[in-house]
Every structure is written in structure tokens, then in C-alpha cells.
């Protein structure tokens, strides 16, 4: 059996993964046979990740499309390596390297010091990100830029919420109930309550 893995980093509205599926379907990969997750490379304990390294079984095959895909960690890197070698299966990163211990548990190597190298680059990417991001977010603060999430006002609590919180102030309109008919969660009701309450 082919299992693929591919990731991203932030949310399905932010990275688009499609390219990843579809270069994992040409190595042989399917859709049903494909994990994919939204998760930090530096994140040891990944749901997707783990299923996938629970379910291989001897002789089956793990794609992926590169190093940093499965990990950021040099460390977990180490730790697939060894499953896939006392596992007797293959790993194969696209354009890059193939290990086969299908046969054998040994790898070459010329191969293994090229992946342990692989994943401390990948590591070090991702702290060359994580360095630059900080820095940027220093440099706009140094300038008065305001981060994070603007601050609610009046204006932007939906016109429903408004039409029924007076019955909700009355007693008449549970709080349960009150963000079912305006569907929306409770901690966003919450928060369109204490501002309407401040007016």
C-alpha cells in the first residue's frame, strides 16, 4: 500500500494543499490512502502524522513531497528513519531520496547523513522564519502599527443580535438560544453582549 502525508503550516483558507495531493497521486498515492493536516512542522505529537505512522504495515510505502513536510525536527526525523527501517518499509521523498528497507533494514550511508542533513536545514528554515516574523512584528510596533484583531465596535454586531437582545435582557431569551437563532457561538455572542451591554 502507498500512504502520502502532506502539510501546511496555517489554515485551509490561508495554504492551499491541492498542489501537494496531487503530486502525491503521482507517486502512487490515492485519495483515501492520502493524510493531510494543517500543523506546525516543529509539532511532534501530529494527529495525522501519527495515524498514518500507527496504520503502515511491512512492506508498504510512505510518499511525501519533501523533507519539511513531515518534519521540521531534526530529532522526529531520526525517529521516522528508524520506524521505517524496523518497520521494513520505504519512504520516498519526492525529488530527492528514496529509503527501501523493504528487503533490509539497512540504509546506506551516504543516505542517511543526506536526510539527517536535509532535516537540519528544515529546521533551521523554519527558526530563520520564526526570526523574521519577530523581527517584522518588532519593526511595525517601533513604527505605532497596532497588531492583532481590530477591536469590535457597535457597528459590526450583526443587525440580529441587536433586534433580539432586548428580549434577551428581558429574561425572555435564554443565552443558549439566543446565539442558535443568530448562529453564532457562545463566546462571540458573549462578546457583542458586553459591548451592547457597555452602550
Known amino acids: 500500500m502507498i500512504y502520502g502525508y502532506c502539510r501546511c503550516s496555517t489554515s485551509e483558507t490561508r495554504q492551499d494543499v491541492n498542489r501537494q495531493k496531487r503530486e502525491l497521486k503521482e507517486l502512487g498515492a490515492v485519495d483515501s490512502s492520502i493524510f493531510m493536516e494543517y500543523e506546525s512542522g516543529t509539532k511532534i505529537n501530529r494527529p ?3 495515524k498514518l ?7 508498504d510505502t510512505i510518499v511525501t513531497t519533501e523533507v519539511s513536510r513531515i518534519t521540521r525536527s531534526t530529532k522526529q526525523l531520526c525517529d521516522i528513519i528508524d520506524l521505517i527501517k524496523s518497520n521494513h518499509l520505504r519512504l520516498i521523498i519526492k525529488n530527492s531520496v528514496t529509503i527501501d528497507c523493504r528487503n533490509s533494514d539497512n540504509i546506506d550511508p551516504m543516505t542517511n547523513a543526506f536526510l539527517q542533513i536535509a532535516g537540519v536545514f528544515a529546521e533551521l528554515e523554519r527558526g530563520m522564519i520564526c526570526d523574521r516574523v519577530k523581527s517584522g512584528i518588532r519593526n511595525a510596533r517601533a513604527k505605532g502599527v497596532k ?3 481590530p ?3 457597535v457597528n459590526d454586531i450583526p ?3 441587536k433586534d433580539l437582545f432586548k428580549k434577551y435582557r428581558a429574561g425572555e431569551l435564554s443565552k443558549t438560544d439566543f446565539a442558535k437563532l443568530c448562529d453564532i457561538s457562545r463566546p ?3 462578546k ?4 451592547l451591554t457597555d452602550r
Not at 192 to 195: E, L, R, V
Open 48 to 50: 495525522e502524522l501519527n
Open 53 to 59: 505512522l500507527a496504520i503502515v504495515k511491512e512492506g
Open 147 to 149: 497588531l492583532g484583531r
Open 151 to 153: 477591536e469590535l465596535t
Open 159 to 161: 443587525q440580529k443580535v
Open 188 to 190: 462571540t455572542l458573549d
Open 192 to 195: 457583542y453582549i458586553a459591548i
